[in-house]
């Protein structure tokens, strides 16, 4: 049950309202519309309004542009004059009206002097206590919620509360004003996906032996150095050392390797001594002409001379000429 006046407040011109209430009740509510430069003003979407007056302030809700403060019992508990106003806030700023005044009349009701067979008057006094410390218990969640969001408040939690909570699908950061276990669940999504490399040390060099660590990025540009430009490789393959390297080798399949020499094989160009029987196929030339045949000891050449004729040499030495025959 609640009774409900109509007022118009403004920002800025002097227009004394006055609200007419009597002491003790709790269904008198004041619809307030805000004016500002003759218009209504328009109440921003999540503002919060207040109605306060001294030490006492309530929360108040909207309607539309419509302010709804109730008068709560601690405003109506003593009889008397007080100035009461609007506040409105809207994240960090705050606006507030001017005053207007709530006329408290005394009420006319002496408990103590009423008394009666079911002794309603006892009856009536707990109950007025009762909604008396319901206001009162009003006031101070209110004084709280108004610490909290203006950050004035600081609680306490107790460590052995537990909190449960469901890991987030994605990983996302979290918001302020989030709730406790949804900051928890996006935290734990982020813990959920890190990798083993996450928990590992940056190890700037090559040298590095020790578990544990991963290579820093700049050795990166250390191993291309040392591998070199690919593009210059002479091999067909140019995009991978691997595959440069295979083709060498098959390149090299069925080639003598470094090991081996032809001393049992070749005649060397000089110097070396030569065994056995050596069959002559051809010619060998040496600074006398044509070595046609050699012994043990003595070695023969034979030269066709200018003058028709075959100069024989034996180590080196004239023996004699021969003619030919006609």
Known sequence: MQIIKEIYLDFY????????AKQYDTGRVVSIQIVQNGSIFLIPEGAVAKIASEEVWN??????????????????????????????????????TLSFELIVLAS???????????????????IRRG??????????????????????????????????????GSRTNITSGEAIKTMFGKISKWFADLGAAAFLGVSNTLAQTEEGYVLDARQGRMLSGKIGNLSSLTTTTQDSAVSAINEINNNLDGKSDKTHNHDGVYFKKTGGTISGNVVVSGTINDNRGNLVSAGTSNSVAIVWSSAMRFDVYVDNTFVGTLTPVK
């Open 59 to 96: 929360n108040c809700t909207l309607d539309g542009n419509k302010i709804i403060a109730p008068l709560a019992s601690k405003l109506l508990e003593k009889p008397g004059t007080r100035k009461c106003q609007i506040e409105l806030t809207d994240g960090t700023d705050k606006l507030t």
């Open 108 to 126: 006319d009701r002496d408990d103590g002097a009423i008394e009666g067979e079911n002794n309603l008057n006892a009856i009536d006094d707990i």
């Open 131 to 168: 909604e008396e410390c319901i206001g009162q218990i009003n006031t101070v969640t209110d004084e709280v919620q108004r610490k909290l969001d203006n950050g004035e408040f600081v609680g306490s939690v107790d460590p052995n509360t537990t909190i449960a909570f469901t890991q987030a």
């Open 13 to 20: 011109n002097v227009n004394y309202v006055s609200v007419t």
